[in-house]
């Protein structure tokens, strides 16, 4: 069964420094997500990408945070400037492709961040 | 208001019995989907079962179920015959409308435990 991707599985960081995070979602997959988790609590939305661009973005997704989609099948999230309470599980998920309506998400297995 | 409402931080339940988790959603869109997921402690999102807001039944899927009461604005899942290994986090979420890019809406959590 296709599954979503994502590495590393752990990145540790130093505050201060930029961190990317890689996902390959599904490949016939049109809508890409990124959440986090912190401490195995709330699952938070940070942003939506669909069509190449940013669908909808929360307001964690401040002006440190970015997505790109480099080619047909990476979709990246980068951290500028990483901050201690950034530290946390950071999930990609993608679903559906045409007439989806209603498709779950489909997660990846996360990557742990680690601030320091 | 919150979108999504799980009241249960931790449930126990004895193996080979039924156990229902609460969620319970709040939305003015006519069109949404509801949806479980489970996280093991290994940390990875499953998907396990799916509601539409039209679907005049209610889900099922194996061993799940989904209690769907339109008028409570509830959907609860129901496990039964409870195994061991369904101990582990279960999220409930909800996606509103037919826009392309809407986030899914997430639960706290409630922490399923499965007693021998």
């Known amino acids: 069964e296709p599954e979503v991707t994502q590495t590393p599985s752990h990145q540790v960081t130093q505050m201060g420094q930029e961190v990317i995070l890689r996902c390959v979602p599904i490949?016939?997959?049109?809508?890409f997500y990124w959440y986090r988790q912190i401490l195995g609590q709330k699952v938070e939305f940070l942003v939506s990408f669909y069509n190449n661009e940013i669908s909808e973005k929360s307001e964690i997704f401040d002006d440190q945070f970015s997505v790109e989609r480099p080619d047909g099948s990476n979709f990246t999230l980068k951290i500028r400037s990483t901050k201690l309470e950034d530290s946390a599980m950071y999930f990609c998920a993608s679903r559906g492709g045409q007439g989806s309506y209603n498709s779950p998400l489909h997660f990846g297995n996360g990557t742990r961040l680690t601030v320091t | 208001a919150q979108k999504i409402t799980q009241t249960q931080p931790g449930m126990f339940v004895q193996e080979k019995e039924a156990v229902t988790l609460d969620c319970t959603y709040d939305?003015?869109?006519?069109?949404?989907?509801l949806f479980w997921y489970k996280q093991p402690s290994s940390g990875e999102m499953i998907f396990l079962i799916y509601?539409?807001?039209?679907?005049?039944q209610n889900a099922t899927e194996g061993r799940y179920s989904l209690n769907f009461q339109k008028a409570r604005k509830s959907a609860n899942l129901v496990i039964s015959a409870s195994q061991l290994g369904d101990s582990a986090m279960y999220f409930c979420?909800?996606?509103?409308?037919?826009?392309?890019?809407?986030?899914?809406?997430f639960g706290t959590g409630t922490s399923l435990t499965v007693i021998p």
């Open positions: 979420a909800m996606r509103e409308g037919r826009n392309t890019g809407n986030q899914f809406y």
């Open positions: 509601q539409g807001s039209y679907d005049q």
């Open positions: 939305t003015s869109d006519p069109s949404y989907g």
């Open positions: 490949s016939n997959h049109l809508y």
